[in-house]
């Protein structure tokens, strides 16, 4: 049998490693076998020789130190697998584009890099949507992922590579970025736990821009402590990224141990959540699992997000418009594929129209929108427009957060769907994302937490979302919800 | 008000955008060096060795704004008399072009951060007051280059900082222009903000230029003249745009809104693209970067951190040493020529020299045949041999009559070659005057006997003839003679 499944979490590969049970190299070379076996196409690259390299480092200190060095690297020997749009240095980095298919960047981005530094062991890259743009991971150049648990349908996106990759077990934990709900969906599909934390809490320093103003990098995981463990590593201001918020950190990991106050908690339920439109499997799952809640103790506080309807109209105008403009540095220039013909081009225009045809449809078609968005005559009517909006957005949560700790309801309106089956209406995609990229406008965190099974036995997850920077409370409900609802 | 430059019945008005060089030791968003010591310019050296993924635009890589620019763009603003914005922004300026990386160069729209100051200019009829609309800071690009039928990009500039400062259109002709970029030279040199190097691009514009009917109040359609890199030249290119479009109205054209290159050669512009091909640039602020927001007590800081500024300096440096406006004037043209004239007077009076005689012919000297020096080579004063301590010397020669004016521009051009001292100069030139009238009688003697008809002249009072009679003794002398001496020789020999 296969070592890489049989521990569930951090605390019990370190616990292994202690007992000398387990080696770090042995563990690697496992996972590495296995994630060439998949058959998932969760990975774009396999980093192989760092993979082995920071084992056998690992291997090394665990002689020497006898015992795991956990204050020192709280991360010790974890293999984790990397969205493909954080770049790593010297490892092949390409956002699932083509533009980007032979990119090997010169630098290494702040998460990947702290996240090393605290040991954990980098496998390899992760498939996503085309610079994350999608929400069911069919928009790669590369390939649709495979959902672990329904080979026929969607991982989510835009970070369905680290989903699938965390539920079949290919990695302890994985990296991947949100900019309207690309942790949290593909999360809810394959069963996980997706965090987004709050803007500004993770640097994006060295992660490929799709939406400046709305990415943050998050941990995927097999249960809510190691995502708390993973982001206690990760978070905190970044000298390199000036949107990095200098509010210090909470101690995640520590605070789980802290017992909730069941009676006091006030939990949110906005009526704009549970529209038309929400699946009946979902909606029961979600609403009984509040019922849980309840019988803790917590009171279900009816709200109103009266602007949120307007989330997906600010969001396809605010994303794209930033989109179009991040993406302007691919042009073939100083890096990337140069396709055929493209350096014998007669003047720069042709050399352009020719290296930007790399780019996929879906890309095409937000890059085209958002340059609409902000072009003279139209930005006031658009993307100001939608700023502020946005803003309004914004305050609606805030209003809300005067009644409530945290806010609850569905991650997505169904759950995994057929590969192809609605790749033809990019606006049937759209709606996908009603329920999560709110948090992305306000800046919040939002948790996505497994919390049943449809009748055809598909994930569904349970999204929370609290006030900005309030992470460690997050988790804390979240962890409660995971641990004591499997147990009664 | 001014005299207005009128070309065949129309006014010209002229507009400047000035791109500002600062200098700071790293770039505006990256850690990577914008300067070489010296104020030499980062791209000379190893192309694309001074960059990073930030200026590079790397996938991934993000700006962080340097604090040092926003202390050096309130600077300028705060010696312009500009109100400074506590809240600004920067915004993207989107447009594909090799040389910009990132394909926007991040720069200020809405928001800048100084707006709505001044600077008065000097003209032939009074100081004027030309009004600057804003101040703002941005990136400078890269540099592309054509070789061998390969393009080439050098980011080695990409990412040095830059001050953009726009004027109103307010400026009716090439010499009010040259003046309003001289005196602003002047104040971005002074305080310290842009090494100066004109050569090197630290300081290049961009003029709007524009004509309308004698007395009409509605403007033309303006054309803008992009980059040009000397005072000269900028004044060059209003003179022949004005004419240009005159000529164009007068044969019944229209002058088209469309960016002109000047061809300093032929002395000419011509159109590089016209509005309907101008690019639509999609400004929104960066996401990237967080407003920039100031503490009023951090830019009242740099305010009294502020030096002397030049036209304080012209005023003070007239009434202080009594030279005249015009030559304070020149002197604080630029602050290395200033400095250099006060160090000068210092040691001088140091050495026992007269204060305001002194201050005469050193500003004499300075402006004169220093300043020629100087265009000539196309250097600042601290990068020549000539040194204050130099000076000092010579103007104390000069004042005890050691040395003749004629002889000083010598000692100058001497010093300037080998960087010796004023006295080993002197002496082996053989330059010291001689006011011995012993040695001077036999001279006069000779011009006095050669020359009755001129005597007889003099004596019957034609006093005008003295400069002759001192212009011939030191034909005599060999231009060694002390005219001084001459003058009383040849009165007291001739007049009773």
Redesign the interface.
């Known amino acids: 049998m296969a070592i890489h499944t049989q521990y569930k979490s951090v605390t019990e590969i370190h616990d292994a490693y202690d007992r000398k049970i387990l080696s770090p190299i042995e563990f690697v070379r496992d996972y590495l076998n296995a994630m060439k076996s998949s058959g998932l196409n969760a990975y774009l690259t396999i980093s192989e020789e760092r993979a082995l390299a920071q084992a056998k480092q690992a291997d090394m200190m665990l002689a020497q130190h006898g015992k795991v060095p956990r204050d020192k690297k709280p991360l010790f020997g974890i293999p984790m697998a990397v969205k493909d ?3 790593m240095d010297g490892v092949r ?1 390409t ?1 699932a584009s083509k533009m ?1 298919e032979n ?1 090997i ?3 290494t ?1 702040t998460v990947v890099e702290r996240l090393e530094n605290a040991g954990a062991i980098s496998l390899g890259k992760t498939n996503l949507d085309e610079f994350a743009m999608g929400g069911s991971n069919e928009n790669s150049a590369f390939g649709a992922v495979k959902n672990p648990d329904a080979l026929d349908r969607v991982a989510g996106g835009s970070s369905g590579g680290s989903a699938a990759a965390v539920r079949a077990q290919l990695c302890q934990f994985a990296l991947g970025s949100d900019t309207g709900g690309s942790i949290r969906l593909p999360a809810s599909y394959c069963g996980i736990v997706g965090l987004k934390p709050s803007y500004g809490r993770v640097s ?6 799709f ?3 709305l990415d943050q990098v998050g941990p995927m995981t097999q249960s809510v402590e190691d995502a708390a463990r993973v982001l206690d590593v990760m978070s905190g201001f970044d ?5 990095s918020s200098p509010t210090p950190k909470g101690d995640y990991f520590n605070s789980l141990q802290k017992d909730l106050e069941w009676s006091s908690l006030k939990i949110g339920v906005p009526k704009e959540y549970f529209a038309e439109g929400l699946v009946p499997d979902v909606e029961k799952s979600v609403r009984e699992s509040l019922k849980w809640f309840e019988s803790k103790g917590a009171k279900l506080v009816p709200i109103s997000l009266p602007h949120s309807p307007y989330s997906i109209a600010v969001y396809y105008i605010v994303a794209v ?2 989109a ?2 991040n ?5 073939g ?3 990337g594929v140069r396709p055929q013909g493209a350096s014998e081009a007669r003047d ?1 225009e042709e050399f ?1 129209k020719k290296v930007r045809a790399n780019f996929g449809p879906e890309v095409k078609r937000r890059i085209i929108l958002g ?1 609409f968005a ?3 005559g139209y ?1 006031d009517a658009y ?1 100001k427009r939608a700023c502020q909006v946005r803003n309004l957005i914004k305050m609606d949560f805030d209003e809300a957060f005067k009644k409530v700790d945290v806010i609850m309801g569905p991650v997505a309106p169904s759950t995994a769907y057929k590969i192809g089956e609605k790749s033809s209406n990019p606006l049937e995609m759209y709606l996908n994302d009603l329920y999560t990229i709110p948090a992305n406008l306000a800046g919040l965190p939002g948790i996505s937490v497994p919390c049943g099974k449809d009748s055809k036995g598909l994930s569904i997850g349970l999204q929370m979302m609290s006030p900005i920077f309030t992470e460690a409370k997050l988790l804390r409900i979240a962890h409660g919800f995971e641990k004591e609802r499997a147990s009664s | 008000m001014s005299t207005p430059y009128i070309v065949d019945g129309y006014e010209v008005v002229v507009g400047l955008e000035v791109h500002c060089q600062l200098a700071t030791d790293s770039k505006i968003f990256c850690g990577c060096r914008a300067r070489l010591e010296g104020g030499k310019s980062v791209a000379d050296v190893e192309s694309n060795s001074a960059t990073c993924p930030v200026c590079t635009a790397q996938p991934g890589a993000l700006p962080v704004l340097n604090k040092k620019v926003v202390e050096y763009a309130i600077k300028a603003g705060l010696a312009t008399g500009c109100k400074i914005n506590l809240k600004n922004i920067f915004a993207r300026k989107n447009y594909f072009y090799p040389d910009s990386p990132k394909g926007y160069q991040i720069s200020q729209f809405e928001l800048p951060i100084c707006e709505n100051g001044f600077l008065n200019i000097e003209t032939a009829n009074g100081q004027k007051k030309i009004n600057i609309q804003r101040i703002h800071m941005e990136e400078d690009a890269g540099k592309n280059l054509h070789r061998d039928g390969y393009s080439l990009v050098n980011l080695n500039r990409a990412g040095v900082p830059l001050v953009e400062i726009v004027s109103g259109p307010e400026m009716k002709s090439p010499e009010e222009a040259g003046a309003y970029l001289r005196a602003l030279y002047a104040i971005v040199t002074y305080i310290g903000i842009c090494d100066g190097n004109m050569q090197e691009g630290n300081f290049r514009c961009d003029a709007n230029v524009s004509v309308m009917p004698k007395g009409s109040t509605k403007l033309g359609t303006r054309a803008e003249i992009k980059n040009v890199n000397s005072f000269r030249f900028v004044e060059k290119a209003i003179e022949f745009e004005a004419a240009r479009q005159v000529e164009l109205l007068q044969s019944g054209g229209k002058v088209v809104q469309e960016t002109r290159l000047y061809d300093s050669t032929k002395n000419i512009t011509v159109s590089m693209r016209s509005k309907e091909e101008a690019q639509d640039y999609r400004y929104f602020p960066d996401p990237d970067l967080v407003p920039v927001l100031l503490e009023q007590a951090f830019v009242d800081k740099i305010r009294e951190s502020l030096p002397e500024l030049p036209e304080q300096k012209r005023i003070r440096l007239a009434s202080e040493f009594g030279i005249n406006p015009q030559d304070a004037g020149l002197l604080t043209s630029s602050k290395s020529l200033a400095d250099f004239f006060e160090k000068t007077l210092g040691l001088a009076v140091k050495g026992g020299a007269e204060k305001k005689s002194a201050a005469k012919s050193a500003a004499n000297l300075i402006n004169g045949e220093i300043t020629r020096l100087l265009n000539e080579e196309s250097i600042e004063i601290g990068r020549s041999k000539l040194t204050p301590a130099h000076m000092a010397d010579l103007v104390q020669l000069v004042q005890a009559s050691v040395v003749s004016s004629t002889g000083a521009k010598q000692v100058i051009a001497a010093v300037w070659k080998t960087g010796e001292s004023v006295d080993a100069i002197v002496e082996r030139e053989g330059l010291k005057q001689v006011s011995d009238v012993s040695s001077l009688e036999p001279a006069v003697d000779k011009v006095i006997a050669a020359n009755p008809g001129p005597v007889a002249e003099f004596r019957a009072g034609k006093d005008k003839l003295i400069g002759f009679f001192v212009g011939q003794v030191m034909k005599e002398t060999g231009g060694k003679a002390n005219p001084g001496t001459i003058q009383e020789l040849i009165k007291k020999k001739l007049l009773p």
Not at chain 1, 327 to 331: C, I, P, T, V
Request: charged share 20%.
């Open positions: 749009n954080l770049v980095t956002a980007l990119y960047p010169p630098y981005a994006r320093y060295g992660l490929i821009a939406g400046s103003s000298e390199r990224d000036a949107t418009s930033e179009s403009t993406l302007e540095r691919f042009d220039v100083r890096f720069l352009y340059t902000l072009s003279a930005s993307y």
